[in-house]
């Protein structure tokens, strides 16, 4: 699998996961999530640039607690529960929102 | 969430009965093959070698002569035909190769063209069948769709056990280069990374410090989660799953708070930082043996006296039925205690000595029903009494609230239901199998919704736990309805 972004191949997974996690860009995160007919809001965006920051600094996605208690101290309590987040990304915010921030799928009982 | 999905949500049955037969109903390509790279660190040919056919057979020799169970396997079956509608994959699903009889035939027609007399000379005769391609793909396909969880065992007369046949043709498949990418990439990450889930030993710490925060931040008390800690009681070996996902993580504050209480000083270890060993599901002694030898190492190197396994099904299995053989002796343990000890026969030992104020009633807005994970249930023990698997995480939810029912008696106990995602199926490409097989269970739980006003299910599997967060609302109920059972104890506990 493929798709084109701003006239670049980039490569996908047989589960649309980035092949090369450098090959990311918004442009890309938006066409991935086109794929799964959802349009991203700056709600999805936040959510986003945390698990990509995240990653940089622990070559891993922060667990579902972890996201929730950020997106919590940044947006209010409201905002900080898996309910909110599987709202924004109905896959699971573990896979569906790792795939959209270029980030490899986690792996193991989750 | 229950949308856009290609296949028919099977209907919730009023009374369960046999379905009537799909022929090919899951007649596929099977999941994901591994590639290369996920087939190399595990010493298993990169892809599948020009010569299969071959090896393949010699390899399933080579496995008749190494497990006398096998053969007798193959060789016993007289069709009686008792288990055919014992499987949750064959309910749900209605295709007839999902029959246990019909799921180890597809090894044993082989077995008899190339290893018995009469399917040498007379094949058609004896039900024998070459090794075509048509009959490797049946196999891969097939036996990604066996959660090797045994109920079809408790009903054979003579005891064939599926799901050893089903890990034997995994494992011809791996030595043949034909590899399922879930197990196998997995196992690769526990050699690299230390865990299934990939996550590494600074991530984990900050999930550590992070919960430390949170249980702070709830209770006002610093209950601890000490990794690499030398010199400590109890070393915790827990699927990674409890580091990362929900309900699992609760479990996890669970755990930590009952060390708290009991003041027993315990560690997890960042080298031996998962539960689970995927090494059993596709039926690779060797890499079943690698995978348990890093909990010895992190017991010697952190120098402990207990071992501790946390919430998780077939890690369980692996710990109470093989550790010793495989990563054994634990002689520089101490012999007071079992090697292992399951976190709820830990918890369960505290309770019967009064060690832990548990406050039933922080857990009355629930009504908690218990859904016994297939490999702690038929394939181990817990504790000192027959059918401890059943009683002693029974007593620790009642222990800590005042509503428990139990589902129908022919789903619980050594009858239970998988979940539907064991054995290495719990991944996205196997989702319809996984819907479809959890049916059995789902209506199980549907009763006492029904008859009790059941509100939760608790489980001590963190692939059980997984398995129904994802399947639970394409059944119409809230994904949040599974607990760990450490979650109810992390509830009720009075620090």
Known sequence: MAIEVNGKTVELDEEGYLVNLSDWSKEAAQMLADQDNLKLTDSHWEVITFLRDYYDEYQIAPAVRVLTKAISKKLGPDKGSSKYLYELFPYGPAKQACRFAGLPKPTGCV | ?495
């Not at chain 2, 009023?14 to 996920?38: T, W």
């Not at chain 2, 029912?405 to 319809?432: K, N, R, S, V």
């Open chain 2, 1 to 495: 969430m229950a949308s856009n999905v290609e296949f028919k949500i099977p209907a919730l049955r009023p009374y369960p009965e046999i379905p009537a037969l799909q022929p090919d109903a899951m007649q596929s390509k099977g999941p994901f093959v591994a590639k290369p790279v996920m087939q190399t660190p595990l010493g298993f040919p990169g892809e599948l070698v020009e010569n299969w056919q071959e090896k393949a057979i010699e390899k399933m020799g080579e496995l008749l002569k190494k497990y006398r169970s096998l053969q007798v396997y193959l060789d016993s079956c007289v069709k009686c035909g008792a288990c055919t509608d014992k499987c949750h994959y064959f309910i749900g699903t209605q295709d007839p190769k999902n029959m246990p009889v019909a799921r180890q035939d597809l090894l044993r027609q082989v077995y008899r063209r190339y290893m018995t007399l009469s399917g040498k000379v007379v094949p058609k005769w004896v039900g024998a069948k070459d090794l075509t391609r048509e009959v490797l793909d049946d196999w891969y396909n097939y036996y990604h769709q066996c959660s090797q969880c045994r109920r079809c065992s408790v009903f054979c007369p003579y005891g064939i056990d599926t799901a050893e046949i089903s890990m034997a043709a995994r494992e011809i498949m791996d030595c043949i280069g034909l590899g399922q990418k879930y197990c196998n990439e997995i196992i690769g990450k526990v050699y690299k990374i230390g865990n299934n889930l990939g996550l590494p030993e600074p991530a984990l710490a900050d999930t550590l410090n992070g919960l430390e925060e949170d249980v702070k931040l709830d209770t006002g008390v610093d209950v601890k989660f000490p990794l690499d800690q030398e010199g400590v009681e109890v070393l915790l070996v827990t699927p990674s799953a409890d580091f990362f996902a929900e309900p699992h993580i609760d479990g996890l504050i669970g755990y930590a708070k009952v060390f708290h209480q009991a003041g027993i000083s315990w560690t997890l270890s960042s080298y031996a930082s998962e539960a689970g060993n995927f090494g059993m599901f596709i039926g690779s002694y060797d890499n079943m043996r690698r995978i348990s030898q890093r909990i010895r190492k992190a017991a010697l190197d952190l120098k402990v006296k207990r071992i501790v396994f946390g919430e998780c099904g077939h890690a369980w299995r692996v710990a109470y039925s093989f550790l010793n053989t495989l990563a054994g002796p634990f002689d520089f343990l101490d012999p007071k205690y079992p090697v292992p000890q399951h976190i709820c026969e830990f918890t369960y030992d505290l309770i019967q000595r009064k060690a832990l104020r548990l406050d039933k009633t922080a857990n009355d807005q629930r009504r908690v029903t218990f859904h016994d994970s297939c490999n702690v249930a038929r394939a181990s023990r817990m504790g000192t009494i027959p059918g401890g698997q059943f009683i002693i995480p029974r007593a620790v939810i009642k222990a800590s609230c005042n509503h428990y029912y139990d589902m129908p008696a022919d789903t619980i106990h050594d009858q239970t239901f998988c979940c539907g995602g064991g054995g290495g199926l719990l991944t996205d490409d196997l989702i319809e199998l996984r819907i479809k097989g959890a049916l059995p269970r789902m209506e199980a739980l549907k009763y006492v919704i029904d008859h009790h006003g059941v509100t939760h299910m608790a489980a001590i599997c963190a692939i059980c736990k997984s398995q129904f967060t994802k399947v639970l609302p394409y059944y119409g109920f809230e994904m949040d309805k599974i607990v760990s059972v450490h979650q109810l104890v992390s509830n009720a506990i009075v620090l």
